[in-house]
Protein backbone atom coordinates (compact mmCIF):
# COMPACT_ATOMS: atom_id res chain seq x y z
CA UNK A 1 0.00 0.00 0.00
CA UNK A 2 1.77 3.37 -0.93
CA UNK A 3 0.95 6.56 1.30
CA UNK A 4 1.12 10.03 -0.72
CA UNK A 5 2.34 13.29 0.71
CA UNK A 6 1.86 16.33 -1.03
CA UNK A 7 3.37 19.67 -0.72
CA UNK A 8 4.18 22.91 -2.55
CA UNK A 9 0.78 24.55 -2.12
CA UNK A 10 0.54 28.22 -1.36
CA UNK A 11 -0.82 31.76 -1.94
CA UNK A 12 0.44 32.87 -5.45
CA UNK A 13 -0.95 35.76 -7.28
CA UNK A 14 -2.78 35.57 -10.39
CA UNK A 15 -0.50 34.92 -13.58
CA UNK A 16 2.12 33.37 -10.94
CA UNK A 17 3.80 30.10 -11.15
CA UNK A 18 3.73 27.03 -8.01
CA UNK A 19 5.24 23.55 -8.14
CA UNK A 20 3.29 20.47 -6.40
CA UNK A 21 5.28 17.89 -5.17
CA UNK A 22 3.71 14.59 -4.22
CA UNK A 23 6.18 12.22 -2.62
CA UNK A 24 5.43 8.21 -2.31
CA UNK A 25 6.49 5.84 -0.06
CA UNK A 26 5.39 2.21 1.06
CA UNK A 27 4.85 0.55 -2.55
CA UNK A 28 6.91 0.54 -5.74
CA UNK A 29 6.63 4.05 -7.15
CA UNK A 30 7.58 2.88 -10.74
CA UNK A 31 4.13 0.76 -10.96
CA UNK A 32 1.98 3.28 -10.40
CA UNK A 33 0.05 5.38 -12.49
CA UNK A 34 -0.45 9.16 -11.20
CA UNK A 35 -2.85 11.20 -10.91
CA UNK A 36 -3.46 15.33 -9.83
CA UNK A 37 -7.05 16.31 -9.00
CA UNK A 38 -8.39 18.95 -7.15
CA UNK A 39 -11.39 20.50 -5.71
CA UNK A 40 -12.76 23.84 -5.04
CA UNK A 41 -15.35 24.21 -2.41
CA UNK A 42 -18.94 23.53 -3.64
CA UNK A 43 -17.82 22.00 -6.56
CA UNK A 44 -16.94 18.04 -7.74
CA UNK A 45 -13.30 17.01 -8.02
CA UNK A 46 -11.90 18.07 -10.93
CA UNK A 47 -9.03 16.14 -12.99
CA UNK A 48 -5.73 18.22 -13.64
CA UNK A 49 -3.11 15.76 -15.08
CA UNK A 50 -2.25 12.07 -14.77
CA UNK A 51 1.05 9.90 -15.82
CA UNK A 52 1.16 7.24 -16.21
CA UNK A 53 3.99 4.26 -15.10
CA UNK A 54 5.24 4.19 -18.40
CA UNK A 55 5.46 7.96 -19.00
CA UNK A 56 2.36 9.24 -21.23
CA UNK A 57 1.17 12.32 -19.87
CA UNK A 58 -2.41 13.72 -19.70
CA UNK A 59 -3.34 17.19 -18.51
CA UNK A 60 -6.53 19.08 -18.88
CA UNK A 61 -4.81 22.16 -20.39
CA UNK A 62 -1.16 23.47 -21.57
CA UNK A 63 -0.84 25.91 -18.55
CA UNK A 64 -0.29 22.36 -16.45
CA UNK A 65 2.19 19.52 -16.94
CA UNK A 66 2.66 16.43 -14.89
CA UNK A 67 6.37 14.86 -14.52
CA UNK A 68 7.63 11.91 -12.69
CA UNK A 69 11.04 11.01 -10.98
CA UNK A 70 10.98 7.31 -9.86
CA UNK A 71 14.11 7.75 -8.24
CA UNK A 72 13.07 9.81 -5.86
CA UNK A 73 9.62 8.26 -5.87
CA UNK A 74 7.81 11.68 -6.77
CA UNK A 75 5.51 13.52 -9.31
CA UNK A 76 5.27 16.72 -9.71
CA UNK A 77 2.22 19.51 -11.45
CA UNK A 78 4.05 22.72 -12.76
CA UNK A 79 1.10 25.08 -13.09
CA UNK A 80 1.95 28.07 -14.58
CA UNK A 81 -0.15 31.06 -15.41
CA UNK A 82 -2.57 30.64 -12.70
CA UNK A 83 -6.33 32.14 -12.71
CA UNK A 84 -8.70 32.93 -9.85
CA UNK A 85 -10.33 29.95 -10.91
CA UNK A 86 -7.56 27.37 -10.33
CA UNK A 87 -7.80 27.98 -6.82
CA UNK A 88 -8.61 24.53 -5.06
CA UNK A 89 -7.60 21.29 -2.96
CA UNK A 90 -4.73 19.86 -5.12
CA UNK A 91 -4.83 16.01 -4.16
CA UNK A 92 -2.57 13.42 -5.38
CA UNK A 93 -3.41 10.26 -6.22
CA UNK A 94 -2.12 6.36 -7.47
CA UNK A 95 -3.34 3.57 -9.28
CA UNK A 96 -3.02 0.03 -10.47
CA UNK A 97 -5.69 -0.10 -12.77
CA UNK A 98 -6.04 0.29 -16.19
CA UNK A 99 -6.96 3.59 -18.00
CA UNK A 100 -8.76 6.52 -18.34
CA UNK A 101 -6.71 7.94 -15.39
CA UNK A 102 -8.90 11.32 -16.09
CA UNK A 103 -11.60 9.27 -13.99
CA UNK A 104 -10.82 9.33 -10.04
CA UNK A 105 -12.41 5.87 -9.62
CA UNK A 106 -9.34 4.24 -10.97
CA UNK A 107 -7.52 5.39 -8.05
CA UNK A 108 -7.29 3.48 -5.18
CA UNK A 109 -4.69 5.47 -3.25
CA UNK A 110 -5.34 9.37 -2.20
CA UNK A 111 -2.95 12.35 -0.60
CA UNK A 112 -4.29 14.69 2.15
CA UNK A 113 -4.42 17.37 -0.58
CA UNK A 114 -2.73 20.82 -0.54
CA UNK A 115 -4.07 24.23 -0.81
CA UNK A 116 -3.51 26.58 -3.61
CA UNK A 117 -5.12 30.51 -3.60
CA UNK A 118 -4.55 32.40 -6.87
CA UNK A 119 -5.09 36.15 -5.62
CA UNK A 120 -6.68 38.42 -8.77
Known amino acids: QVQLVESGGGLVQAGGSLRLSCAASGGTFSLYNMGWFRQAPGKEREFVASISHIYEADSMEGRFTISRVNAKNTVYLQMNSLKSEDTAVYYC?????????????????WGQGTQVTVSS
Open 93 to 109: AASLRTPPYSDYRRYDY
